[in-house]
């Protein structure tokens, strides 16, 4: 199993608000750049589950504000793989500024596995290496 480092990178002038703090519906974005950037880390990109006819919708999403993240803070998000069944995913992800340390925001995510019709599947059986790899990393703990 590969280590799964933190994704890390700065706020964005335009992700912020009046208040000169990151806007709260750009956690939500950073939670999938987080999950595509650990999909891509762990030997499985988006770019190859959808070349093997899966997509991942999501069905949830959730975010706890804790401490505002202001421009140019640099930052690092740690996910982990907090459910996962073949069928469902679930993560867990954890915003914590490189500055002071603090906690900035936490939150979920879950997901299906569909075909291209969005049907749901059951990955253990149509596409057991992908099914492989998400066993393999639920319940790893992402760390510096």
Known sequence: MKKIMPYE???YFYETDKMSIMHHSNYIRIFEETRV???RQSGMPFTYIEEAGLMMPVLSVSCTFRSPLRFDEPFAVYPHITRFNGVKLELS???VSRESGLLCAEGTSSHCFTDLSMKPVRIKHTHPDIYSLFAEY???EVTD
């Open 93 to 95: 992800y954890r915003i």
């Open 9 to 11: 990178r700065k706020t």
């Open 138 to 140: 639920a319940g790893y």
């Open 37 to 39: 950037d650990m999909m």
